[in-house]
Antibody, heavy 119, light 110 residues
Framework: EVQLVESGGGLVQLGGSLRLFCAAS????????MNWVRQAPGKGLEWVSY????????DYADSVKGRFTISRDNAKNSLYLQMNSLRAEDTAVYYC????????????WGQGTMVTVSS | QSALTQPPSASGSPGQSVTISCTGT?????????VSWYQQHPGKAPKLMIY???ERPSGVPDRFSGSKSGNTASLTVSGLQAEDEADYYC??????????FGGGTKLTVL
């Protein structure tokens, strides 16, 4: 079964750091581009970051650029998101999402991990 | 990276059709045929319903269809069923490895 499972979320203080993990299974992880997408409580979806299959191409939403770092370990079938200098507006469910390879569509979503930034 | 514009709500009775619009700009929706639509039930992860404007992934009922004209994309749900009640989000490629989502539309089946 194709599956993405996130972990690492939790409660963190303003200005703190957190590292999210995503474990992939059921498909050839290195062949797929991956993304992080977040959803603040009661709000819509927001794209956060992209990484190519090899990890050589990376991009970020302006709202997190310079604070978040996306990475992957294809040997471990894992995707990561290092989040630093966290702000209240970073509070959200973070989803690990696979790019299907057609039209920038996101076909496999994890169940999400909640990040709460508290003052 | 401004969000795409969707109506906050839409509704229809069982068996009817409803169309949800998604308006972007000439830099995203208008520039690429890379519009996708996602269905999200409360407390669940989003599910891909349409990609490349009008293509359906395997397993998505043909009651769901997509189209695009200029800077506006649309999702039509025909033969509305109770289980179609959910939030729907459009998404477009915006160049430079970035995608942008719409604000979401809450579809109510009356």
């Amino acid at each position: 079964e194709v599956q993405l499972v996130e972990s690492g979320g939790g409660l963190v203080q303003l200005g703190g750091s957190l590292r999210l993990f995503c474990a992939a299974s059921g498909f050839t992880f290195s062949s797929y581009e991956m993304n992080w997408v977040r959803q603040a409580p009661g709000k819509g979806l927001e794209w956060v970051s992209y990484i190519s299959g090899s990890g050589s191409n990376i991009d970020y939403a302006d709202s997190v650029k310079g604070r978040f770092t996306i990475s992957r370990d294809n040997a471990k079938n894992s995707l990561y998101l290092q989040m630093n200098s966290l702000r209240a507006e970073d509070t959200a469910v973070y989803y690990c999402v696979r790019d299907m390879g057609r039209g920038w569509a996101l076909d496999i979503w994890g169940q999400g991990t909640m990040v709460t930034v508290s003052s | 990276q401004s969000a795409l514009t969707q109506p906050p709500s839409a509704s229809g009775s069982p068996g009817q059709s409803v169309t949800i619009s998604c308006t972007g700009t000439s830099s995203d929706v208008g520039a690429y045929n890379y519009v996708s639509w996602y269905q999200q039930h409360p407390g669940k992860a989003p599910k891909l319903m349409i990609y490349e404007v009008s293509e359906r992934p395997s397993g998505v009922p043909d009651r769901f269809s997509g189209s695009k004209s200029g800077n506006t994309a649309s999702l039509t749900v025909s033969g509305l069923q109770a289980e179609d009640e959910a939030d729907y989000y459009c998404c477009s490629y915006a160049g430079s490895k970035k995608v942008v989502f719409g604000g979401g539309t809450k579809l109510t089946v009356l």
